[in-house]
């Protein structure tokens, strides 16, 4: 159980870094907030002075993330990062989905009591798209 408690929490921190990297690479400045039990992964504040959070969700798999604690709001945003069983294929980009989290509801899908998000259930307009956060930041 330990292992796959770590391999879980690995697989998370490479996507935040992920995402903060291609944030940096479009010159959005952003910060990873720091703890076990944090509720927002990133921060980033646009030239407004609005902060905007993001929440990363990651899985070295191909198509299924547990997302039981997402939070809807106008200036939050839902990264899915799909490592699609190529985690340790550094050449191998992971596929990336960005979501405002209040669009978040078409994604989602219930089993019982957990909430998921199935990539195939996520509108191909959220598909690599980065500039929905570039025009929040700018």
């Known amino acids: 159980m330990k292992a796959e408690r770590a391999i879980a929490y ?12 291609q944030l940096f690479r479009l010159g959005i400045e952003a910060y ?8 927002i992964d990133i921060r980033l504040v646009g030239s407004d002075g609005i902060a905007r959070s993001i929440d990363v969700k990651a899985v070295r ?3 299924n993330l547990p997302v039981n604690n997402i939070t809807k709001a106008k200036d939050h945003f839902i990264v899915c ?11 191998v980009l992971p596929e990336v989905f960005v979501i405002p989290s209040v669009e978040v509801d078409e994604c989602l899908s219930h089993f019982g009591d957990q909430v998921r998000i ?3 259930s996520i509108p191909p307009r959220h598909k690599d798209n980065w500039s929905v956060l570039q025009q929040v930041a700018a």
């Open 61 to 63: 798999g191909y198509s």
């Open 118 to 120: 199935q990539k195939g």
């Open 10 to 21: 690995n697989t998370g921190i490479a996507a935040e870094y992920f995402v903060l990297s």
């Open 81 to 91: 990062v799909f490592y699609n069983n190529r985690f340790d294929e550094l050449k």
């Open 32 to 39: 990873v907030s720091l703890g076990n039990k944090k509720a």
